[in-house]
């Protein structure tokens, strides 16, 4: 049974960071490409951030580069996303998705992910 669980959310003004940890059980990550994705109430599901399973590579929505960096511990099992200068429109639950073999390539549509994990709800107050 795979399980990714994040961990990391939760309350912050404008202008503050958080660090998001997704650490994977029952599967090893060493070969697969990770993503973190979030949802606003009321909204689609969107892509934040990617990694190739080497971490050579990644790529950032253009809402959040600069200020959030995706980075990975293969031997943790572990992925994380730093985001810093939070804004209010920020908040959303903060899901991390594997992909299976990834290779090095990146991926940035949900449907390309083969696990997720629950969600962890970021709140960026003004």
């Known amino acids: 049974q795979v399980q990714l669980v994040e961990s990391g959310g939760g309350l912050v003004q404008a202008g503050g960071s958080l660090r998001l940890s997704c650490t994977t059980s029952g599967r090893t990550l060493s070969s697969d490409a990770m993503g973190w994705f979030r949802q606003a109430p009321g909204k689609e599901r969107e892509f934040v951030a990617s990694i190739s399973w080497t971490g050579g590579n990644t790529d950032y929505a253009d809402s959040v580069k600069g200020r959030f960096t995706i980075s990975r511990d293969s031997a943790k099992n572990t992925v994380y996303l730093q985001m810093n200068s939070l804004k209010p429109e920020d908040t959303a639950v903060y899901y991390c998705?594997?992909?299976?073999?990834?290779?090095?390539?990146?991926?940035?549509?949900?449907?390309?992910?083969?696990?997720w994990g629950q969600g962890t709800q970021v709140t960026v107050s003004s």
């Open positions: 998705a594997a992909k299976a073999y990834g290779g090095s390539f990146i991926y940035t549509r949900p449907v390309d992910y083969n696990y």
